[in-house]
Nanobody, 118 residues
Framework: QVQLVESGGGLVQPGGSLRLSCAASKTISRLVSMAWYRQAPGKERELVAIMTGGGSTNYADSVKGRFTISGDYAKSTVDLQMNSLKPEDTAVYYC????????????WGQGTQVTVSS
């Protein structure tokens, strides 16, 4: 089994920055995508940013220009740089990795809490 461990969350003031990191417990071969999701209380889990093996990235409209996803496919790690944070960014953030032709994925980890408040 593969476990994903997120870290880097915390309490930050509006306008501040955080860098989230995620690492797989085992090196994953044939990764096809790495992504970050978030879930706020009372809301569905939503895709924040995704990166494919070809280097293509995509972001939710709400975070474009503020967040940047980066990763190392060889090391099975993915980061999310978050700048100009807003209170509405408050959520638990989760990473996601998929691999192989069948698009297999690891179970969701515990996530890391990001709270944007003064």
């Amino acid at each position: 089994q593969v476990q994903l461990v997120e870290s880097g969350g915390g309490l930050v003031q509006p306008g501040g920055s955080l860098r989230l990191s995620c690492a797989a417990s085992k090196t994953i071969s044939r990764l096809v995508s790495m992504a970050w999701y978030r879930q706020a209380p009372g809301k569905e889990r939503e895709l924040v940013a995704i990166m494919t093996g070809g280097g293509s990235t995509n972001y939710a409209d709400s975070v474009k220009g503020r967040f940047t996803i980066s990763g190392d496919y060889a090391k099975s790690t993915v980061d999310l740089q978050m700048n100009s944070l807003k209170p509405e960014d408050t959520a638990v953030y989760y990473c996601r990795m998929r691999w192989g032709q069948l698009g297999l994925g690891a179970d969701w980890g515990q996530g890391t809490q990001v709270t944007v408040s003064s």
